[in-house]
């Protein structure tokens, strides 16, 4: 499975931005698509993860309410709107996906075998 993350840019503290991502195919099982992200020098975190086929979703605790993940399961993309975008917000998103990493799991980078290469977000103050 191949993925292609894009939407990334510079912003402004407060705007909105949507990424988006397609994967090449779909996997064999459930699929489940989540994004990550990497600042300088800090490790790469989960941001949010959706279960493409049942809609269920997961966010970190740092961007619950300000971003949403949805798909289109039709073109087997995922979309991150994010919203209220502040400064530490900025780092280079990923998209990852998977066949059915049990949902405790949906967190870890482990839990991922295929990789985006990644859209960078910049959020000024």
């Known amino acids: 499975v191949q993925l292609q993350a894009s939407g990334g840019g510079p912003v402004q503290a407060g705007d909105s931005l949507r990424l988006s991502c397609v994967a090449s195919r779909r996997t064999f099982g459930r699929m489940v698509m989540a994004w990550f992200r990497q600042a300088p020098g800090k490790e790469r975190e989960f941001v949010a993860a959706?279960?493409?086929?049942?809609?269920?979703?997961d966010y970190s605790d740092s961007v619950k309410g300000r971003f949403t993940i949805s798909r289109d399961t039709a073109k087997i993309t995922v979309y991150l709107q994010m919203n209220s975008l502040k400064p530490e917000d900025t780092a280079i998103y990923y998209c990852?996906?998977?066949?059915?990493?049990?949902?405790?799991?949906?967190?870890?980078?482990?839990?991922?075998?295929?990789w985006g290469q990644g859209t960078q977000v910049t959020v000024s103050s």
């Open positions: 990852a996906a998977d066949d059915t990493p049990i949902r405790s799991s949906w967190a870890m980078t482990t839990a991922y075998d295929y």
């Open positions: 959706i279960n493409l086929s049942g809609g269920a979703t």
